[in-house]
């Protein structure tokens, strides 16, 4: 396996942090968003779609902050590759 230049992993740690930030700044939102949505809603109206929705905005919550910790470490894997390129 070749090894990328030094350049090319630079790059991609960079790239790595943004989408990472990116990440990190959706899942806050999306856990405001569901706090919002959960402290607001009387029970009665936490059914069907809405109650659906509500859990959905909980899932994807999770689901974005484990990308963020998975970019992460990629991060990290770029950085080892860049100090031993």
Same mark, same amino acid.
């Given at each position: 396996?070749?090894?990328?230049?030094?350049?090319q992993?630079?790059?991609?740690?960079?790239?790595?942090?943004?989408?990472?930030?990116?990440?990190?700044v *959706?899942?806050? #939102? %999306?856990?405001?968003?569901?706090?919002? +949505?959960?402290?607001?809603?009387? !029970?009665?109206?936490?059914?069907?779609?809405?109650?659906?929705?509500?859990?959905?905005?909980?899932?994807?919550?999770?689901?974005?902050?484990? *990308?963020?910790? #998975? %970019?992460?470490?990629?991060?990290?894997? +770029?950085?080892?590759?860049?100090? !031993?390129?």
């Amino acid at each position: 396996m070749s090894q990328l230049p030094t350049e090319q992993i630079e790059a991609a740690k960079n790239r790595t942090d943004k989408v990472q930030q990116d990440l990190e700044v *959706a899942s806050a #939102e %999306l856990g405001l968003a569901h706090g919002a +949505l959960d402290r607001s809603l009387p !029970a009665s109206a936490k059914q069907g779609d809405v109650a659906w929705a509500i859990a959905q905005n909980k899932i994807l919550e999770r689901k974005v902050q484990r *990308a963020a910790e #998975e %970019l992460e470490e990629v991060t990290e894997l +770029l950085e080892q590759a860049q100090g !031993a390129a």
